[in-house]
């Protein structure tokens, strides 16, 4: 389990001819975790979850799928 104080955590990655990734996980004031994976506005994954951990993976997946959409490198295995 990971405890943290942090309420997000956010990253934006982008390769040279690649659009920007950008991924945001977000502590929820009523308990549990939003999480958002993005690169334009119509390529959107969103969830929400009841603990960081998964969260955190389901954000991961995402951003693998998105990045597989767009054409990063980084998202092929």
Known sequence: MIEVD???FAVALQMDGHARLRLSVERL???G???TVWSSHTDV?????TSLD???SAAEQAAA???EHC???????
């Open 6 to 8: 942090d309420r997000i």
């Open 33 to 35: 975790w939003d999480w």
């Open 29 to 31: 004031s009523g308990g």
């Open 71 to 77: 054409g990063h490198p980084w998202s092929s295995g």
């Open 65 to 67: 799928s998105v990045g």
């Open 54 to 56: 998964v969260a955190m």
């Open 45 to 49: 994954q969103y969830g929400a979850a």
